[in-house]
């Protein structure tokens, strides 16, 4: 199991840009799968990304899949998300989350999780 640290959030006015960082510790980071997720108020869990363990292949919810980019650097232990054309819809606290192996975008798949970073998105 790795740890898992996310940093980079904040506020910004709608239309604007922001990128999470996720910093793990941990020997077995390059055999995860890394992914972000975000929860907003009264609202469940709702996945955001992922990016495979091997290859590094991505996967998007639909909503975010033009704006959004995943990416990752074994050699630094750490995974990234850049948001680009933000919307208020976007406002959540961004969880960094990994799991062995399998890509999948089920929250319970995953067992490692960092503590979340706000992002607010100002219309």
């Known amino acids: 199991q790795v740890q898992l640290v996310e940093s980079g959030g904040g506020l910004v006015q709608a239309g604007g840009s922001l990128r999470l960082s996720c910093a793990a510790s941990?020997?077995?980071?390059?055999?995860?799968?890394m992914a972000w997720f975000r929860q907003a108020p009264g609202k469940v869990r709702e996945f955001v990304a992922a990016?495979?363990?091997?290859?590094?292949?991505?996967y998007y919810q639909d909503s975010v899949k033009a704006r959004f980019t995943i990416s990752r650097d074994n050699a630094k232990n750490m995974v990234y998300l850049q948001m680009n054309s933000l919307t208020p819809e976007d406002t959540a606290v961004y969880y960094c989350?990994?799991?062995?192996?399998?890509?999948?975008?089920?929250?319970?798949?995953?067992?490692?999780w960092g503590q979340g970073t706000q992002v607010t998105v100002s219309s």
């Open positions: 989350a990994g799991k062995y192996y399998a890509l999948e975008s089920v929250p319970l798949s995953y067992n490692s």
């Open positions: 941990g020997r077995t980071f390059s055999s995860y799968t």
């Open positions: 990016i495979g363990w091997r290859e590094g292949r991505t």
